[in-house]
């Protein structure tokens, strides 16, 4: 199966970024993950949950998801993928060239201005030079902002994106599935990136199907 790269940026959110890479990895696939320094922050003060990027702790990362996983059980999958870790300054990792083979490229939450220097090609660090290689290689890119209300110079980043090839996909869950609790909202969003992906999940029940957490 295709690597895939997610990046964790400086916006609101962060319960979409450790939600999707569990989803990802229980689909066993491997996840190149870079993190932001604003993303740092914002995982401080959302989820309770000190980073550090130096000495970067996975399990740490994933436990912070647990606002969304209380009180709900999780099905250990049969085989399990695995995360690499890669400094947002080492330009050395395989994800900035063109050369390394991927299934596609997450940003996840995206900052405004992250997506500012994806749709005005500044790599600044490694998760820009990761997201311009996906475009110029023709590859998925899928960027999901959380920000409202928007301006007209976020509304033209997205613009410019979309028309580099780029998927805007942001986070705005659904309810017409009935959501029950926040892991219901959370899902909705991971499951439409894993649709963007290719990646099988079964997080919700799509339009036209039955909800079995709805039935008596």
Same mark, same amino acid.
């Given at each position: ?45 959302? !989820?309770?949950?000190?980073?550090? =990027? ?7 990362? %994933? @436990?912070?998801?647990? #606002?969304? /996983? ?64 996906? !475009?110029?290689?023709?590859?998925? =890119? ?7 209300? %928007? @301006?007209?110079?976020? #509304?033209? /980043? ?59």
């Amino acid at each position: 199966m295709s690597d895939i790269v997610v990046a964790v940026t400086g916006a609101s959110g962060s319960v979409y970024a450790t939600r999707l890479i569990e989803v990802l990895r229980d689909s066993s696939r491997t996840v190149h993950l870079v993190i932001s320094p604003a993303a740092v922050e914002v995982f401080q003060r959302e !989820l309770n949950v000190t980073i550090d =990027l130096e000495r970067f702790d996975l399990q740490q990362f %994933l @436990s912070a998801g647990s #606002l969304a /996983n209380s009180g709900r059980e999780k099905d250990v999958p049969s085989t399990i993928g695995k995360v690499i870790y890669h400094h947002f300054r080492d330009y050395s990792a395989g994800i900035a060239s063109g050369s390394f083979l991927t299934g596609g490229m997450v940003i996840c939450p995206c900052s405004m201005g992250t997506l500012a220097c994806v749709a005005g090609g500044h790599s600044q660090n490694l998760i820009h030079r990761a997201a311009d290689v996906h !475009l110029k290689e023709r590859r998925k =890119l899928i960027v999901v902002p959380r920000e409202t209300p %928007l @301006s007209l110079i976020a #509304l033209d /980043n997205m613009k410019r994106l979309v028309e580099a090839g780029a998927v805007v996909l942001p986070a705005m869950p659904g309810f017409y599935h009935q959501p029950q609790s926040i892991q219901d909202l959370v899902d909705f969003v991971v499951a439409r990136i894993c649709d963007q992906l290719g990646v099988k999940q079964d997080l919700m029940a799509r339009w036209g199907q039955s909800d079995e957490r709805n039935k008596t």
